[in-house]
Nanobody, 122 residues
Framework: QVQLVESGGGLVQAGGSLRLSCAAS????????MGWFRQAPGKEREFVGG???????YHADSVKGRFTISRDNAKNMVFLQMNSLKPEDTAVYYC????????????????WGQGTQVTVSS
């Protein structure tokens, strides 16, 4: 089993920044692709971006140039730096792990954190 705990969410004005953290513990694997997803009320869970153990990153078009994913393998942590936030970025953000391949589909992820709320005011 793998446990994931997100932190860093909150309320921010449009144009502001937040940094989310995800701490992984348990039977973590260097082969797992780590992803960030978000879900707004009444909407499907949406891929935000993901990162390989090697540091290679993939971002959704909606956040490219504004959000950056990084990881600290020694500390088993993954980060999501969010800049130039917009009201439409408001959602619960989830950290996820599990596929041993690059995936943008939430169905492929075995492990999920509890989520952290991000609210962007206009």
């Amino acid at each position: 089993q793998v446990q994931l705990v997100e932190s860093g969410g909150g309320l921010v004005q449009a144009g502001g920044s937040l940094r989310l953290s995800c701490a992984a513990s348990g039977r973590t694997s260097r082969w797992y692709f780590m992803g960030w997803f978000r879900q707004a009320p009444g909407k499907e869970r949406e891929f935000v971006g993901g990162i390989l153990w090697s540091g290679g990153t993939y971002h959704a078009d909606s956040v490219k140039g504004r959000f950056t994913i990084s990881r600290d393998n020694a500390k088993n942590m993954v980060f999501l730096q969010m800049n130039s936030l917009k009201p439409e970025d408001t959602a619960v953000y989830y950290c996820a792990a599990g596929p041993e391949y690059i995936s943008r589909s939430h169905y492929d992820y075995r492990y999920w954190g509890q989520g952290t709320q991000v609210t962007v005011s206009s």
